[in-house]
C-alpha cells in the first residue's frame, strides 16, 4: 500500500458538474497539501491542512472548497469548474515536529488528472 | 519572494553519459531549505534530497551527487552514468525554514530523457 493514495486517478467532468477528489495517507503525517500541475507551469500550491486546520489558501478561486475532516484525510471538492482547470492535481503529506516545523519532505500521491470539458 | 529557476525544461541523454541538471534559487531568507524531486511517468513526485542552507557541503548517494554553492544561489544534481529508468520530470524546490506547515516552492521542471 502506498503512502499516500489519491482517487480518482482520471476524471473527466463538464463545467456543470459537482465531483469531489480523493486523498488518503498513512503515514501518520499531520500536515496535508493540495497541488496544482498545470502543463508547462512550476507546481502550484493550493491549499495546506496542519492538524485539520486550513493554513495556507493560496487565493485559490472559491469553485475549490477543500476538506479535511482528521489528519489523514484530504478532500478537494469541485464544483462549475472551467476549462482551464485542467491538470493534475497532487496532494501531500508531511510530519509535523514540535512547535509545528516541518521537516520539509513532502510525500506525494500520484495525482487525479482532471480535464473539464 | 522566493523563486527557484531550472533554465533546462528538457534534456535528452545516452546511457551511461553523465548528466547536470541546473538549479538556480533566490530567497531573502538567511536559513532556508533546498530540495530535488523526480516525477516519473506515473505521476507522483518522489523525494531525492534536502539540503540546510547551512551546510554547504556536497552530497554523493549511489549515482546521484548534489553541488550547493550559497555564492552563486545554485544547487545543481548530477546523475552519473544515467539509466533509462532515471527518465522523469526533476523538479528543484526551495522552502522557509519556519512556518506552522512547509511550502515548498518548485522550479518549472527539467524532462530528462535517457536513450537505450
Known amino acids: 500500500e502506498t503512502g499516500v493514495t489519491q482517487t480518482p486517478r482520471h476524471l473527466v467532468m463538464g463545467m456543470t458538474n459537482k465531483k469531489s477528489l480523493k486523498c488518503e495517507q498513512h503515514?501518520?503525517?499531520?500536515?496535508m497539501y493540495w497541488y496544482k500541475q498545470s502543463a508547462k507551469k512550476p507546481l502550484e500550491l493550493m491549499f495546506v491542512?496542519?492538524?485539520?486546520?486550513?493554513?495556507e489558501n493560496n487565493s485559490v478561486p472559491s469553485r475549490f472548497s477543500p476538506e479535511c475532516p482528521n489528519s489523514s484525510h484530504l478532500f478537494l471538492h469541485l464544483h462549475t469548474l472551467q476549462p482551464e482547470d485542467s491538470a493534475l492535481y497532487l496532494c501531500?503529506?508531511?510530519?509535523?515536529?514540535?512547535?509545528?516545523?516541518?521537516?520539509?519532505?513532502?510525500?506525494f500521491g500520484e495525482g487525479s488528472r482532471l480535464t473539464v470539458l | 519572494a522566493q523563486k527557484v529557476t531550472q533554465a533546462q525544461t528538457e534534456i535528452s541523454v545516452v546511457e551511461k553519459e553523465d548528466v547536470t541538471l541546473d538549479c538556480v534559487y533566490e530567497?531573502?531568507?538567511?536559513?532556508?531549505?533546498l530540495f530535488w524531486y523526480k516525477q516519473p511517468p506515473s505521476g507522483e513526485l518522489v523525494f531525492l534530497i534536502r539540503?540546510?542552507?547551512?551546510?554547504?557541503q556536497n552530497e554523493i548517494s549511489g549515482r546521484y551527487s548534489w553541488n550547493f554553492q550559497k555564492s552563486t544561489s545554485s544547487f545543481n544534481f548530477t546523475i552519473t552514468a544515467s539509466q533509462v529508468v532515471d527518465s522523469a520530470v526533476y523538479f528543484c524546490?526551495?522552502?522557509?525554514?519556519?512556518?506552522?506547515?512547509?511550502?515548498?516552492?518548485f522550479g518549472s521542471g527539467t524532462q530528462l530523457t535517457v536513450l537505450p
Open positions: 530567497t531573502r531568507d538567511t536559513t532556508y531549505y
Open positions: 503515514l501518520g503525517h499531520n500536515a
Open positions: 501531500a503529506s508531511s510530519q509535523t515536529l514540535g512547535q509545528g516545523a516541518q521537516t520539509g519532505e513532502l510525500f
Open positions: 491542512y496542519n492538524f485539520k486546520e486550513q493554513t
Open positions: 524546490a526551495l522552502s522557509r525554514s519556519s512556518g506552522s506547515a512547509r511550502q515548498l516552492t
Open positions: 539540503r540546510n542552507s547551512f551546510d554547504e
